[in-house]
C-alpha cells in the first residue's frame, strides 16, 4: 500500500463495509504501508457498555478486526473501490489484561499486517490506552475472490 496520512477528521465508517451502530471504532488517526491506528472512545453510551463496570474487553477482538476492515476498505478507496466484506477467520495468541475497559478511556486500536495472498491475509493487532498494551491478538481474515459483496446505502 502506498503511505498516505487520512485526514483525521474524516469518519472512518467511509472505509468500513458496516454504518453505525455497528462500526464500533470513532476515528482514524494514520494508514500506511499495511498499518492502520484507530481510535475507540469509552464512553457510558459506547455500545455494549455495561453501568458500573465500562465495556467488556473481548470486544478488543471486534475492534482490531474493524480496524483491518478499515484498512483494506482505506487500501481500496485509494483506487476509487467501494469496501468489501471479509471474514474474520480466527484469531491466535489474544491476550486481555483486564476484563473491562473503564469509561473516559481513550484506546488506540493498531493493526498491522504480516501475510496476505489476495484472499487469506494476517494481521498482528494491538490495542493501548495510553502507555499500556491492554489487548493483542494475531487476526487471520479472509477477503472473498471475484463478484465482492460491497456495501450498499442503508445496510449495516
Known amino acids: 500500500m502506498t503511505s498516505a496520512a487520512p485526514d483525521t477528521s474524516e469518519d472512518i465508517v467511509q472505509f468500513m463495509p458496516h454504518d453505525r451502530p455497528m462500526a464500533l471504532l470513532d476515528r482514524l488517526v494514520e494508514a ?47 483506487r476509487g473501490c467501494a469496501p468489501a466484506i471479509g471474514f474474520l477467520l ?6 486481555l489484561s483486564r476484563p473491562f475497559f473503564d469509561v473516559g478511556e481513550v484506546l488506540t486500536v493498531t493493526v498491522e499486517e504480516r501475510f496476505n495472498d ?31 459483496v460491497t456495501k450498499e446505502a442503508g445496510d449495516a
Not at 455495561?50 to 483491518?68: F, I, K, N, T
Not at 480466527?90 to 491476550?95: F, K, L, N, V
Open 118 to 148: 489476495g484472499n487469506m491475509a494476517s494481521f498482528d493487532g494491538r490495542i493501548d490506552s495510553g502507555a499500556e498494551t491492554v489487548a493483542s491478538a494475531t487476526l487471520n481474515v479472509y477477503s472473498p475472490d471475484g463478484t465482492e
Open 90 to 95: 480466527g484469531t491466535r495468541a489474544m491476550s
Open 32 to 78: 500506511q504501508n499495511g498499518r492502520l491506528k484507530a481510535e475507540v472512545r469509552i464512553d457510558s453510551d459506547t455500545m455494549f457498555c455495561r453501568p458500573d463496570e465500562g465495556v467488556p474487553s473481548y470486544l478488543s477482538l471486534e475492534y482490531m478486526a474493524q480496524a483491518v476492515a478499515a484498512l483494506d476498505g482505506f487500501w481500496k478507496a485509494q
